[in-house]
C-alpha cells in the first residue's frame, strides 16, 4: 500500500521545502487521496527508485527543462 512519506514544496526559482517525519490520520490521507484523484489526469508524476525520483527533480529543475517547456 503506497503511503505520503515526504512533501516538497517549490517556492521559487531554487528555493525549495521538504516535509518528513510526520504521521496522517487516516481521514487526513482519505482527504489527500480523494484531492489527488481529481486532478490525475493532469500534470505528470513519475514513479521508480529514490535515484529516479532525485534525477527527475533535478531535471525538471534544470535550464534544459525549462528551455524545452517554452518551445511545446
Known amino acids: 500500500?503506497?503511503?505520503i512519506n515526504r512533501i516538497i514544496f517549490k517556492?521559487?526559482?531554487?528555493?525549495?521545502?521538504?516535509?518528513?517525519?510526520?504521521?496522517?490520520?487516516?481521514?487526513?490521507?482519505?482527504?489527500?487521496?480523494?484531492?489527488?484523484?481529481?486532478h490525475e489526469t493532469g500534470g505528470c508524476s513519475v514513479r521508480g527508485?529514490?535515484?529516479d525520483i532525485l534525477e527527475e527533480i533535478q531535471?525538471?529543475?534544470?535550464?534544459?527543462?525549462k528551455k524545452t517547456v517554452r518551445f511545446l
Not at 531535471?59 to 527543462?65: A, E, G, P, T
Open 11 to 38: 517556492h521559487g526559482e531554487d528555493d525549495f521545502e521538504l516535509w518528513e517525519g510526520f504521521s496522517l490520520s487516516a481521514e487526513e490521507k482519505r482527504q489527500i487521496t480523494e484531492i489527488l484523484s481529481r
Open 1 to 3: 500500500m503506497a503511503s
Open 49 to 51: 527508485s529514490k535515484t
Open 59 to 65: 531535471y525538471l529543475n534544470s535550464n534544459m527543462y
